[in-house]
């Protein structure tokens, strides 16, 4: 009786073919993931390159505000502070201005649509100086003008 019993048990487990489709099913599915994870751990580090390229530019833009606020504070160069910011060479002396970054200076103006005109191209001078700072794929651009209502910067409390 008792060996009668035995028999009619079914043994528990996997089979062969059971463990075979188990292992094909995590295959592909980790190719799937790998796919489109792969991507993600390649470019992962762009956050971070964006970020340095987004401080680099904004650093140089705000030497140059801060060269172009001095000048503007000069009574003696006032009239000639664009002039003075366009002329300058940001890549030697103090400055030293690496090559990954792009300075790019026009003379522009407006027309009565408001539209943008270089000057620069025909070698004229406006009261508007722009001046854009590209370092890596993040740029800053900033219009300069020489047009001021007082002879000093406004004293403002916080």
Do not use: C
């Amino acid at each position: 009786m008792k060996f009668s019993r035995l028999i009619h048990l079914r043994q528990a487990g996997f089979t062969l073919i059971e463990v075979i489709v188990a292992i094909m099913l995590g295959a592909i599915m980790g190719v799937v993931f790998l796919t489109y994870m792969g991507t993600q751990l390649t470019y992962s580090g762009d956050p971070v390159n964006i970020a340095r390229d987004e401080g680099v530019a904004e650093m140089w833009m705000e030497r140059i505000i801060s060269d172009y606020v001095q000048e503007m504070n000069t009574p003696a160069s006032y009239s000639a502070a664009l002039a003075n910011i366009m002329a300058r060479d940001y890549t030697i002396g103090i400055y030293n201005m690496p090559a990954s970054v792009t300075l790019t200076r026009t003379y522009v103006t407006y027309d009565a649509g408001g539209n943008e005109v270089d000057v620069s191209a025909g070698g004229g001078t406006s009261t508007n100086l722009k001046v854009t700072v590209q370092a890596g794929g993040y740029g800053l651009t900033n219009i300069l003008t020489a047009e001021r209502v007082t002879s000093g910067d406004p004293i403002t409390y916080y």
